[in-house]
């Protein structure tokens, strides 16, 4: 301050005006290049706007010529099966009718070689005889009454006594026949089509978008199409620039006036397979360009007061803070925004910055691998835990810069993971970081398996079900008759063989009776009854129930059970616990163990049998649950699939985890 009141007020003046001069200077400079931006940008735009029609024209042209070969593609086969008919002389009006209703022909005419109609699909009205050119006396088919051609597309043509159009191609008669087979469509779909669809129609839509003022198509003769109102434009002749155009085959763009508007226009010309229709020519309005540029003088003028009434250097300085204070205040939104991102984000981020130190470990990653950052953050991959170290050096050197799934045990757990490994680079080429994204598959895969698990076993029980009810009938007689073969006609010899015969026959019966039972319990399981039960008293009444058994084939077998309530169907949950220690026991040999556990997880209880048996065999992990497979010489292969059954009645899953030959685990997850 005491230096500014040592200097002069003219000095003052000078500086703030000189100052002013220079950011006057400045804004016009950067007015002009901000101009032609926006020029360049507009330019850009008209070019790609023609571009894309002249793409779209084309390929509304070959849609259109792609649409008629198809066609009449379609009616030379069935002309040529007509063709054969007709060769055997068989032919009759009510065949052609029949052909032409049934393949959605309009009309199917046979012609001798002097063009006379022999045969029709339809009762002749008696207009006329033959197919004539509308120029002509001969018919328009007649190269191939002349032998010149064995078949000719005609085309479309107007009808000759209904409104509307018809495509029709024409064959040459098989055999020692001489003629012409002709085939017509109504081709009135098929005109409207390309009325909806025809370059015309691509010009007015795109007319109606904002900006732009005009669309023509336009040759040397005059207008081929054009927006909406345009009926006059400036001929080919009469203008250098499109004379340029169409002569050096570029585009071109220009300002120039429409209806006393300004307009920037871009002219090009059209090809269509490498064929020139016309000059395409694109005005687009520019009135936004102008209003910019008008707001940009504006605000040049109010800038300039605005410097020289404040002063330049204070005005700078405080601008200076403020634009500090403002950065600074938006780095710490940022810094917390993303902050918060990462610790929202439902899968894992791990970063590492270009010494190997971890600077980002969110809380997705805390909860997944059981450490917190602070134990982490700022330190190098080397300096981790050794759980935690080997995992992401497994999948750093194993994944990099790729996408893909593994499988990793984490904590004595398997998870199913997609891994991202992404890299940041310097301009020197050297990593700046390196982020990990990892996401936990685990229990949507889990959740896959289950729902095509259900459906299987839907499935198999419709199956079922209705094997059941074919059996049970039939069955039921057996049994019938064989009671009364036992009661009722005994025979005077070989009386005890026939007992004996009679009781296998009533004993099998019975047995297959109560495997049809099985298949109506499995194809219509009963309802469950929920009621509340202590975890304790649950695990306490199966080991009761099971205690004994594995006593009996000498192995041991402990429970154990976390106090926490369950609202189940005591009854059927019981029954599947039991199939699947039942499982257990054969397939453990004596001297080993089977444990019973309920333990909480979350909102999760798990009920866990773990065995010491032979384990199984990965490919057989899935088959196990369908119904009627087993492994057991006596198995009938219904208790897992009745299980699972129970369990998805109680909204829970059922897994199995086995490692040849060291067991296996089940596990009945059930929400808590």
Do not use: C
């Not at 015309?200 to 003022?213: K, M, P, V």
């Not at 001929?235 to 250098?240: A, G, M």
């Not at 006596?634 to 985890?657: D, E, F, P, R, Y």
């Amino acid at each position: 301050m005491k230096i500014l009141q040592t200097i002069q007020p003219r000095y003052i003046i000078a500086v703030a005006f000189s100052i002013a001069v220079l950011m006057f200077v400045s804004a016009y400079v950067e007015l002009r290049q901000s101009k032609t931006e926006l020029f360049h940008l507009l330019e850009e735009h008209s070019v790609s706007l023609a571009e894309i029609v002249e793409r779209s024209s084309s390929n509304i042209v070959l849609s259109s010529d792609y649409i008629e070969q198809q066609l009449a593609e379609r009616l030379y086969n069935n002309a040529y099966f007509i063709a054969r008919l007709d060769s055997a002389n068989s032919l009759k009006q009510t065949d052609l009718a029949s052909i032409a209703s049934e393949n959605g022909i309009f009309r199917i005419h046979i012609f001798d070689s002097k063009g006379k109609r022999i045969l029709s699909s339809h009762t002749p009205l008696g207009y006329g005889m033959a197919m004539r050119d509308q120029n002509m006396s001969s018919p328009v088919f007649a190269p191939i009454l002349s032998g010149d051609l064995d078949r000719m597309t005609i085309g479309f043509k107007e009808s000759r006594f209904m409104d509307g159009k018809r495509f029709a191609v024409a064959v040459k008669r098989s055999g020692r026949n001489h003629g012409a087979i002709v085939l017509t469509l109504d081709a009135k779909e098929i005109v409207e089509f390309r009325k909806k669809i025809g370059i015309g129609r691509l010009i007015n839509d795109l007319s109606n978008n904002s900006g732009i003022e005009y669309v023509v198509l336009q040759d040397s003769v005059g207008i081929i199409a054009a927006t909406q109102g345009i009926s006059e434009m400036s001929r080919l002749d009469n203008d250098s620039v499109l004379q340029n155009a169409i002569s050096t085959d570029s585009t071109i763009t220009r300002q120039t006036l429409f209806r006393e508007r300004e307009v920037f226009e871009v002219i090009r010309t059209l090809r269509i397979e490498q064929s020139i229709v016309g000059l395409l020519r694109i005005g687009i309005s520019m009135d936004e360009i102008r209003s910019v540029e008008n707001r940009m003088w504006r605000r040049m003028f109010i800038m300039t007061l605005v410097l020289i009434s404040i002063g330049v250097v204070i005005f700078t300085a405080i601008l200076a803070n403020q634009n500090y204070q403002l950065m600074s205040k938006k780095y710490e939104r940022v810094q917390q925004f993303t902050e918060n991102i990462l610790h929202s984000m439902q899968d894992i981020v791990i970063t590492f910055d270009d010494q190997r130190r971890i600077s980002i470990f969110n809380q997705r990653a805390e909860e997944f691998f059981g450490i917190p950052s602070e134990n982490l953050l700022g330190r190098t991959i080397e300096e981790i835990p050794d759980g935690l170290r080997n995992s992401l050096q497994t999948i750093i050197e194993t994944h990099r810069d790729t996408l893909r799934d593994i499988t990793l045990i984490i904590n004595e757990m398997e998870y199913s993971l997609f891994i991202s490994v992404s890299n940041t680079v310097k301009k020197d080429g050297s990593t700046e970081s390196q982020t990990i994204l990892i996401k936990d598959l685990t229990e949507s895969k889990r959740l896959e398996r289950e729902i095509q698990r259900k459906e299987k076993l839907t499935a198999m029980g419709e199956l079922a079900a209705g094997v059941a009810h074919e059996i049970r009938n039939p069955l039921n007689a057996i049994s019938m008759i064989a009671q009364r073969f036992d009661k009722e006609f005994l025979p005077k010899k070989g009386l005890k063989e026939y007992k004996e015969l009679t009781g296998v026959l009533k004993k099998e019966s019975v047995r297959v009776n109560g495997i049809v039972q099985q298949f109506l319990t499995f194809a219509r399981p009963k309802k469950i009854t929920l009621s509340h039960v202590s975890s304790m008293v649950l695990i306490k009444h199966l080991s009761t129930l099971f205690q004994s058994q594995a006593k009996e084939k000498k192995i041991n077998f402990i429970s154990h059970a976390e106090e926490t309530p369950l609202f189940i169907d005591v009854e059927q949950m019981t029954q599947a616990v039991l199939n699947l220690l039942q499982n257990a026991l054969d397939a453990t040999p004596e001297g080993g163990s089977i444990s019973l556990s309920l333990v909480t997880r979350g909102n999760e209880v798990r009920i866990e049998i773990i065995d010491s048996g032979t384990g199984i065999e990965e490919k057989m992990k899935e088959k196990i649950f369908d119904l009627y497979f087993t492994t057991k010489p006596n198995g009938t292969g219904m208790g897992l699939a009745i299980t699972q059954q129970i369990i998805m009645q109680h909204n829970g899953s059922l897994t199995v985890k086995s490692n040849l030959p060291k067991g296996s685990i089940f596990s009945i997850i059930l929400p808590a």
